[in-house]
């Protein structure tokens, strides 16, 4: 573990890792990645597999909530889909009826639910509540936060925009190359992001940006995949 990275933050990314190789066990888990999408921020956590990219943002006990809003837009700038992972201490009381509740105080009845302005049901966006526990009373009484959803991986979705700009000068020229794309030991950075945008569409990106992320080489990442692993 980086001298950098708290036990707490340990214990949820390692669940969150675990569950990732679960659920897309092609993928390729890469650690600490900067992106420029909507102002510059580092995810915690990518998963790329050959045609998809997920985002994770890790909060743990240690952790505020003020920055996730933008890191969120930052990151479904670049990615299919995206992660809140949150410690549950982030959760809040609301009253509720004994069918929901999860604790009672004082004769009255309460649930723990994510905080104003989150929701479960966001488009591209999911909230994983780390203890993964059940939560409610009841054993027949539903438990939304239960279970971490993942939706089904979609291999006919271009990746966003902004997912081009996860990638390094070299990349960007050796993506230029695989691709036929004309580009020269000058070709500037957003000359050659120009120049794919241009000539290339949404299925050789996606594929070509994941390719490249899956055979960089990282300080804290599962082992470089390349094109004919």
């Known amino acids: ?32 990645i900067n992106v420029s999408t909507y102002g510059p921020n580092r995810i915690d956590v990518l998963a790329v597999s050959p045609v998809e990219i997920i985002a994770v943002e890790i909060k743990s006990a240690k952790d505020k909530l003020d920055r996730l809003p933008k890191q969120i837009e930052s990151m479904k700038g670049c990615a299919h889909h995206v992660i809140a992972a949150l410690h549950d201490k982030f959760l809040v ?18 649930l723990k639910t994510l905080p104003d302005g989150m929701s479960l049901y966001s488009s591209r966006l999911s909230y994983w509540v780390f203890p993964e526990v059940r939560r409610a009373l009841g054993s027949a009484s539903h438990d939304s936060l239960e279970k971490w959803q993942l939706p089904s991986q ?22 230029c190359g695989s691709l036929g794309i004309a580009a020269g030991r000058r070709s500037t950075m957003p000359e050659m992001v120009a120049t794919l945008r241009w000539h290339c569409n949404g299925r050789e990106l996606t594929k070509g940006i ?17 094109l004919a692993s």
Do not use: N
């Open 154 to 175: 979609q291999f006919e979705a271009a990746l966003p925009a902004g997912a081009i700009d996860l990638l390094w000068r070299d990349e960007l020229a050796w993506l």
């Open 210 to 226: 994941c390719a490249a992320l899956r055979r960089r080489e990282c300080v804290e990442a599962d082992a470089p995949i390349s």
């Open 93 to 110: 009381e609301k009253e509720t009826g004994p069918h929901a509740a999860h604790f009672e105080r004082d004769g009255k009845f309460y």
């Open 1 to 32: 573990m980086p001298a950098y990275r708290s036990s707490a933050e340990a214990d949820v990314r390692g669940a969150v890792v675990d569950r990732l190789r679960q659920r897309r066990p092609e993928a390729r888990i890469i650690h600490e």
